[in-house]
């Protein structure tokens, strides 16, 4: 994903391919798709080819060589050279690794083979063929466990519950999501996807997998499953460079230029590990790429990556959960950080608020959607949070005294209104101009809000103001 997006900014810089000529590599034989949506694949939702990031004439449009099916297996910083796995070797001046991260199996007894792949029934959920292995493995009416009870693990789990299949979801931490989530947050959450029929086992390791007989775990229990969906984190696909002799530390090193150790060699995305970010997030990776092609294209030699506001969703279809920035963080009691929380357990609903002086810094919304959408705004936008902290809890916050109310108009055209599709807001205008006039439409020519579904209000937002503004497109 975060190749492609780099391809298209060098582009944007550089679209008569005078300063660079690319040829992009990538391992997976079909072209690029949207990652964050294989959830929505895996419910059912979307289908493969609805995930798919461009049309076939993409890449000539784009002036790229695209191999794809083709492994790099070797840097030669020496000669400046990548070797493939077809035979093939390719010359460079500047090598990006965009190379993502891999699906990490834990230590779990039988889960994998002598050669390092899933055993017979397991399955992970990084790519597109694992989909289909996990709905191939996970039949309605069967039985499967997943390890693992963080994002991609709940996701799949209500995925597969959807399917009609009876999913127990394991997880070796006292609570859920703990990356995003505090505890009560995540006791809130196992309530709502237990009410929705997910078996949720909490502070449970799997310690033996046997095809045909189950999962045996190290509270002694064994769970009768037929298959094994595996969860558990992902570590960044950093072997290549590591092998060059790149500097690696649970990724590429990378600096404010996204450059390595090697000047010449550069990394961005989930296999870059950049100083103060958390990757496994596809937003930073775009806002690097960004950054990478105004360097390399030499349109601004001063760009520099300083990190990115963080908001992460959880697509589950009857489950609103949204985070954003440092929603651990609690009162120190030295007065340099407010928290506001609202814990309605009954009801299936968790808000929790940590300011710093006016600005939002993290949250945690759960049950929440209308008010989710508008702490996401206020954080992202870094705006001062209103003085009436219950109507900023409750989503009824209003712009502080004096400012304009917000408005698609005020917007920057490069603001990211679907997350899930990356659908900025000059998108939706070139597609109402184009012809897209009503909603549905402009859903239908851009995918916005199609994939958790969070950013319905905000996709009909644009549409009224361009409506408003504009007419009806012609
Ligand atoms: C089910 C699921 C749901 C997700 N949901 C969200 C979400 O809601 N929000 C969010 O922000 N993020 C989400 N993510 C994470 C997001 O998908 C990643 O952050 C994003 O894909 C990173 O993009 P990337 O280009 O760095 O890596 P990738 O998309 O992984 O692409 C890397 C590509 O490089 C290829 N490659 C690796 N090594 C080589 C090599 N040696 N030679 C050639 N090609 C190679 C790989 O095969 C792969 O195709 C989700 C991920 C999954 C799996």
């Not at 609805?50 to 049309?55: F, G, P, S, Y």
């Not at 500097?247 to 950049?274: F, K, N, P, Y």
């Not at 992202?380 to 917000?406: F, I, K, M, Q, Y």
């Not at 597609?431 to 006039?437: L, Q």
Request: glycine residues 12%.
């Amino acid at each position: 994903m975060v190749g492609a997006r780099f391809i298209e900014a060098v582009r944007r810089r550089d679209p008569d391919a005078v300063r660079a000529r690319v040829a992009v590599f990538g391992a997976e034989r079909r072209a690029a798709y949207n990652r964050v949506l294989l959830s929505s694949v895996l419910a059912g939702g979307l289908s493969a080819d609805q995930v798919r990031l461009h049309d076939p004439g993409w890449a000539s449009e784009h002036r790229v060589e695209l191999r794809t099916g083709v492994r790099v297996t070797e840097i030669d910083r020496a000669a400046r050279r990548v070797l493939c796995d077809d035979g093939a070797s390719e010359p460079y001046d500047e090598l990006v690794l965009a190379t993502g991260s891999r699906a990490w199996m834990p230590p779990t007894e039988g889960l994998v083979t002598k050669d390092g792949r899933p055993a017979e029934g397991v399955a992970a959920f990084r790519d597109l063929d694992d989909c289909a292995r996990i709905l191939e493995l996970a039949r309605p009416g069967g039985r499967v466990a997943v390890l693992g009870g963080g994002l991609l693990g709940l996701e799949a789990a209500r995925g597969l519950v959807g399917r009609g299949v009876r999913v127990s979801v394991l997880h070796p931490v006292e609570h859920l999501m703990e990356r995003q989530l505090d505890s009560g947050a995540g006791a809130v959450l196992a309530a709502a996807l237990g009410r929705l029929g997910v078996d949720v086992r909490l502070g449970v390791l799997a310690k033996r997998w046997t095809p045909g007989e189950g999962l045996e775990c190290d509270d002694g229990g064994r769970l009768a499953v037929d298959a094994v969906v595996v969860a558990a984190g992902v570590r960044p696909e950093d072997g290549l460079a590591a092998a060059a002799g790149i500097a690696v530390d649970g990724g590429v090193l990378v600096d404010d230029r996204m450059t390595s150790s090697d000047d010449r060699v550069h990394a961005i995305g989930d296999c870059a590990r950049h100083p103060g970010t958390v990757s496994g997030l596809v937003q930073p990776g775009f806002e690097q790429a960004e950054v990478l092609a105004d360097l390399l294209i030499g349109a601004d030699p001063a760009a520099r990556y300083r990190g990115s506001p963080l908001v992460t969703r959880l697509k589950a279809r009857d489950i609103d959960l949204a985070t954003a920035g440092d929603g651990l963080a609690e009162d120190p009691g030295d007065g340099s950080v407010e928290v506001l929380r609202l814990q309605d357990a009954r009801r299936g609903r968790y808000a929790k608020l940590v300011l710093r002086g006016d600005r939002l810094v993290g949250a945690i919304m759960l049950g929440t959607p209308d008010a989710a959408a508008s702490m996401i705004q206020l954080y992202d936008s870094g705006r001062p949070a209103p003085s009436d902290r219950l109507a900023l809890l409750l989503g009824r916050a209003l712009p502080p005294e004096g400012a304009a109310a917000p408005s698609p108009a005020h917007l920057p055209a490069a603001s990211v209104i679907c997350r899930c599709n990356t659908v900025t807001k000059s998108k939706l205008v070139t597609a109402f101009r184009a012809g897209a006039a009503d909603l549905d439409g402009l859903v239908r020519a851009t995918r916005a809000s199609t994939g958790c579904g969070g950013c319905r209000d905000a996709v009909a937002g644009v549409h009224a103001w361009l409506t408003a503004a504009e007419g009806t497109a012609s």
